[in-house]
């Protein structure tokens, strides 16, 4: 059995482990490339954590990343060890260990806000980045929901009066639609059709995902999401607006909706995060609550920060 078996079957014996981090989710965000996993056994041979992976390979730099539209990764613990300091300390070491003997030049994954693993990999050597998301954390009353909303979202749903949603959006049209709303910015889609199809085409075989559309009486779409679930939140993954219909008010309809179909099939709405002021400002907004998480990184090999410095410079150049 290979370890991606062995880990899809984790999978099904663990529902609860994180969307972002199932195997299936995996397959398809890391479609053509290579991904694994890290396994950390108990004394009867049992998994007691395991660490999936995306492996990339650029001339001879060996590197970690989060694979594209994958908010949290890190380690998975069995719930039993997740609340037993000394053993995920344990945990920790061995597959701090384990990664130092893959001759890596880089390492970088961003664990779920309840992870116990952050301090224990920084007690490994790993440096931490501090990073927040924002989740409306109990949506059992929606009239509460939308009292917390500040003024300008409830102005903005009030302008929104007019549109309605429309779940007969394709993934076609989504992919175009974010493609021209970008252009409008002057800026460039950052993943293909492709890993788009592929993804989507998984999360609504699973019944984990779903297009929403805001659109107006004449058809024109103001703004549209991706979303994915899983059992304890949904993900507003991937939402995007018309520049030229930012008045319409069609952003903060989006989020409504996208809630309301939150509330039918989970327990908490996360905005998926942002470290971006503007876009931060924009979910608080909607009464959202902070929820720290962290990027844990390491340089094996300084020349790898180097070309990454270099790249960067030669992009803003």
């Known amino acids: ?157 009030q302008k929104a009066l007019s549109l309605h949603l429309d779940t007969g959006m394709n993934e076609e049209e989504f992919y175009r639609f974010h493609t021209s709303c970008l252009l409008a910015r002057r800026k460039k889609i950052s993943y293909t059709r492709e890993f788009f199809l592929v993804l989507y085409r998984k999360a609504v075989q699973r019944g984990q995902g779903k297009i929403l559309a805001i659109r107006d009486s004449d058809g024109n779409t103001h703004a549209a999401a991706f979303v994915v679930w899983d059992k304890q939140q949904m993900y507003y993954l991937i939402p995007c607006y018309m520049p030229q219909f930012k008045d319409s008010g069609a952003g903060a309809l989006l989020v409504l909706e996208a809630i309301k179909l939150a509330r039918q099939v989970t327990h908490s709405f996360d905005f998926e995060g942002s470290m971006i002021r503007g876009v931060a400002n924009h979910y608080k907004q909607f009464g959202s609550t902070p929820h720290t998480y962290y990027g844990v990184r390491k340089y094996y090999n300084p020349l790898f920060a180097f070309a990454i410095l270099y790249n960067k410079i030669r992009e803003w150049l």
């Not at 199932?22 to 398809?28: F, I, R, T, Y």
């Not at 384990?98 to 001759?103: D, F, K, P, S, V």
């Not at 961003?110 to 007690?123: G, L």
Request: with cysteine.
């Open 1 to 157: 059995m290979t370890n991606k078996e062995q880990y899809a079957q984790l999978c099904e014996q663990y529902p609860e482990i994180n969307l972002f981090m199932q195997s299936w989710w995996l397959s398809a965000v890391c479609a053509g490339k290579d991904w694994d996993v890290l396994f950390s056994y108990d004394e009867r041979g049992e998994v007691r954590a395991a660490m999936p992976y995306l492996y990339r390979k650029r001339l001879f730099f060996r590197y970690i990343l989060m694979p594209q539209q994958t908010q949290l990764g890190g380690i998975w613990f069995r719930p039993d060890i997740a609340d037993d300091a000394a053993a995920v300390s344990e945990v920790c070491a061995e597959l701090a260990d384990r990664l130092g003997q893959m001759h890596l030049s880089y390492y970088y994954q961003q664990y779920t806000p309840s992870s116990p693993a952050p301090e224990q990999m920084k007690q490994q050597g790993f440096k931490l980045k501090e990073r927040i998301t924002y989740r409306i954390d109990d949506l059992s009353d929606l009239d509460k929901i939308i009292d917390s909303f500040s003024k300008n979202k409830k102005r903005q749903l």
